[in-house]
């Protein structure tokens, strides 16, 4: 009975590397193909989920494939980060194998670009740009200094750095608008950022509040998410900006994970 049970531990253990070294082939093949048809600068990170993987690839339909590619240089911006969450994703297995995979269907599809506090600042002219959680105050979705769209859900975000106030550069905090005008990203400096009880630690004369508000103002030209989705969201989180969107029983080309960046 030890024997048998042996026997079966160390089967299951083989089982269990085989189907990981099948997916880790898989998910080598999927990045190779991701970063030669993107023309990206190194092999983006693929993960499929689920086990066994090999039960999923002899049906040939993965539940859930994870993309992400850092340091993708993008117009404007300079580098971002793109991700993309794939389920339902139907490959022949033959496709994986001999790497001929190219044009790929999928049930549901959530793509994302994130675009780091240190990047936005070297767009907006402000080297030491942070940004921070959104006020409490909701956006009225208008868009902040006339703007329209969709704004974040949390009503903006709050972006510090120092800027020319007059003939000195001081270090001013603003309450921002995040807002998608189709495939532009606006951000738009609506007022000054002030602490619960309304004091500020800085002070900018009345003539020059709007001056320094355009200073954190700024159009992102459209921006593509990857596989072409339309972006549909904007929000903050952490240090970053992030900007996505979703579609359904999609056909996508592997070559365009950042065709349009």
Request: with cysteine; glycine share 12%.
């Amino acid at each position: 009975m030890r024997k048998l049970i042996i026997g079966l531990v160390c089967l299951v253990g083989l089982v269990v590397v085989v189907d990981f070294g099948a997916a880790a082939y898989s998910e080598f093949r999927v990045s190779r193909a991701l970063r030669e048809g993107g023309s990206l600068n190194a092999d983006p990170e693929v993960t499929i989920h689920g086990f066994p993987f090999v039960t999923q690839a002899w049906n040939g339909k993965y539940e859930n494939i994870e993309i992400r590619a850092q340091q993708v240089e993008a117009d404007m911006i300079g580098e971002v980060t793109i991700e993309a969450t794939l389920n339902g994703v139907s490959v022949p297995p033959s496709a994986l194998i001999d790497g001929s995979v190219h044009t790929v269907p999928v049930d549901h599809l959530e793509g994302r670009m994130k675009i780091d506090a240190t990047d936005l600042g070297k767009f907006l002219g402000i080297p030491d740009l942070q940004v921070s959680a959104p006020p409490a105050s909701k956006s009225d979705g208008t868009g902040g200094s006339g703007g329209s769209g969709s704004t974040t859900d949390d009503g903006g975000i709050v972006l510090t750095g120092t800027v020319p106030v007059g003939p000195l550069q001081t270090s001013v905090s603003v309450q921002a608008d995040l807002v998608l005008r189709g495939e532009q990203l606006m951000i738009v400096a609506t007022d000054f950022n002030f602490d619960p009880t309304g004091e500020s630690e800085f002070t900018v004369p009345a003539p020059l509040r709007q001056q320094v508000l355009d200073r954190f103002t700024k159009t992102i030209d459209p921006q593509s998410l990857p596989f072409g989705i339309m972006p549909t969201d904007v929000y903050a989180q952490g240090s970053q900006i992030v900007i996505e969107g979703s579609g359904d029983d999609l056909t996508i080309n592997l070559d365009e994970l950042q065709a349009q960046l």
